[in-house]
């Protein structure tokens, strides 16, 4: 256990107000820390995970976020999962695209947090909602 985080077990944190968004970013770093992410890294998958929060509360209408800490056998990591049920994205193309923003967040879009991170999924549908996984590995 490490400054309240139970590392053997995924961290949930609901996503429904901006202070949220702020509790994503604290537990993200957190994690980060924990496994031993450098400084530089830590930054990235902060910064990603702000992003893919805002998007989820602004877009998305809410939902919530699963931090998990994760070991390939060489390498530790962070993996976040963010999911929420809301009308999900159109054209997910046009939004993958660099420099695409609909305003609000850091201005990244998902292009931006994609590239901060060493792994990007994401699922969307009308039905569904979203749900993005992103996964960065310690150096």
């Known amino acids: 256990m490490t400054a ?9 944190q609901a996503i429904r107000s901006d202070e949220d968004v702020v509790r994503v970013r604290q537990l993200v770093r957190a994690v980060a820390v924990a496994v031993k992410l450098s400084l530089v890294d830590q930054t990235k998958v902060v910064t990603a995970a702000s992003e893919l929060a805002r998007n989820t509360l602004v877009y998305g209408g809410g939902g919530a976020v699963e931090v998990t800490t994760v070991d390939n056998g060489r390498r530790k990591g ?5 999911a ?4 999900g994205i159109p ?3 046009l939004a993958l695209t660099d420099g695409y923003t609909t305003g609000g967040g ?3 879009g998902l292009s931006g947090a ?3 991170v ?9 039905e569904s909602g979203t749900r993005v996984t992103v996964t960065k590995w310690s150096r």
């Open 114 to 116: 994609r590239r901060l």
């Open 118 to 126: 060493d792994e990007f999924q994401i699922e969307t549908s009308a």
């Open 84 to 87: 929420d049920s809301g009308p």
């Open 106 to 108: 850091l201005g990244l």
């Open 4 to 12: 309240g985080i139970d590392l053997g077990h995924p961290q949930a």
């Open 78 to 82: 962070v993996q976040i999962v963010f």
């Open 91 to 93: 054209d997910l193309e």
